[in-house]
């Protein structure tokens, strides 16, 4: 077999794996009720790598016996496949397609946040109190985390952010204080915290590593994207129960989402930049409802995620 058909098996064989485990997380949202952000999240995790893990098992290990269970047989499909041209276009055109928009959207952005000017950071004291009294609140409530260097930056947009990898640092603009009530400051700094809390930056570029494995998968930018929302929603919880403001965090969300200014140039980079704009809007508008008319909720036990996800695993497993 050539390495054309190879790859297509494999992209075929994820793919469909990815479907399944989708399936499996939208049946357990409907029939479990409401879950927590969090939890929707390692949930949706663990549907975006164990169809990759599964895959490459059953890719690189012997093919099944007919002695063995299946539930389906990838190979006659993909077999059947070969022999209709204008379909098999159709799916190489879809994985391409998802190929393009991984690349336009999420490799481009990140070589330029590479090549961004360097920010100068300055020492607040007034603002290490400040994040020192919001961390006092994460240890009141039994949540311990190292506490990360504190900056204060120059810049005209309202800016809060986890920056850097192994040593974060929570970068707070000038502009944002001025901006902001003190409720409000309390709240952003809360959530940008909460990042830390859940695993920062580190945990959200090993999911990137693995969506990026997968960046010819259409399901697995699906996942990626209910992941990346899901994480700023469970910050925002875990920021307005410990602060007791939820409304206040909605407040500051909208007027922070406020600062989108209109783009210029060629008439494809205005209408991508609006496309951007757009899910912005909606994503923003959704964490918003989110947050004025739900409550908090208990995130799963480590058991329970366990046993979600031997039974994903077993699911997939008899799926070659």
Known sequence: MGYLPLLLSFLISNAFHSLVALLWLKGIQKLSGPIAPISRANLSTLALILPLAVSIEQFLGPPASSNDFVLVRLPLWI????????LLLGVWALFAGTVAVFLIQEVRPLFRAFKR????????????QWVDRIIGLYHQAGL???RPKVC???????????????RPVLLISRKLLESCSRQEADV???HEIAHLYFGGNLRMLCIWAVRAIQAANPISLILFRDITDLMEMACDDLAATLTGDRKVLAQAIQKMSETNTAVSGTLLKRARQELLQRAEEESTSYRIRV??????????PSHILWLCAVALGGMLWVIV
Request: aromatic share 2%; proline share 4%.
């Open 79 to 86: 077999r059947t496949l070969m022999d209709k041209p204008a």
């Open 117 to 128: 000017k360097h920010i100068s950071a300055i020492q607040s004291q007034q603002l290490e």
């Open 144 to 146: 311990k985390l190292q």
């Open 152 to 166: 204060l930056i120059e810049t005209n947009d309202p800016v809060a952010m986890i920056f850097g990898i192994v």
């Open 188 to 190: 952003i700094i809360a």
């Open 291 to 300: 947050l004025e008319h739900t409550s908090h909720e208990g995130a799963l």
